[in-house]
C-alpha cells in the first residue's frame, strides 16, 4: 500500500505535460508577434518594391492616391488575419502533441496497474 505522501510518476508526468504546453503556448505567442512581424514587413517590402518598378507609363496612368490607399487597406487585412491564422495552426499543433502524450501516459499508466498484471 503506498503512503498518504506519495505522488504518483504519472501524476508527474501530468504535471510536466501541462507545464510544458503552457511553456509552450507561451513561447507559441512570442514565435506568432515576431514571425507577423516579419511576414508583413518582408510582403510590404515585396510590394512596394513592384509598385515602384512598375513601368512608366503604368505610374502615370494611375493616380497615386487609390494605389496607396489599396496598399495600406491590404497590409492591414493581412496584419490583421495573418497572425490569427499562424495562432490558430500552432494552437491546435500544440493541442495535438498535448493529446498524444496524455494518451500514452494514460495508457503506460492502465498497462502497469495491478489489475491487469
Do not use: H
Request: aromatic share 8%; with cysteine.
Amino acid at each position: 500500500m503506498k503512503g498518504a505522501n506519495t505522488v504518483s510518476v504519472g501524476m508527474v508526468c501530468y504535471v510536466v505535460i501541462y507545464t510544458m504546453s503552457c511553456s509552450a503556448r507561451i513561447g507559441g505567442l512570442v514565435a506568432i508577434f515576431r514571425l507577423g512581424q516579419s511576414a508583413g514587413r518582408e510582403l510590404f517590402e515585396q510590394i512596394l518594391d513592384a509598385v515602384l518598378r512598375a513601368p512608366i507609363s503604368w505610374i502615370q496612368r494611375v493616380q497615386a492616391g487609390p494605389v496607396i490607399n489599396r496598399l495600406t487597406d491590404d497590409m492591414w487585412k493581412i496584419d490583421k488575419s495573418l497572425p490569427n491564422q499562424i495562432s490558430a495552426f500552432l494552437d491546435n499543433l500544440i493541442r495535438l502533441l498535448v493529446i498524444l502524450a496524455n494518451k500514452y501516459v494514460t495508457a503506460r499508466d492502465v498497462r502497469d496497474t495491478e489489475v491487469f498484471n
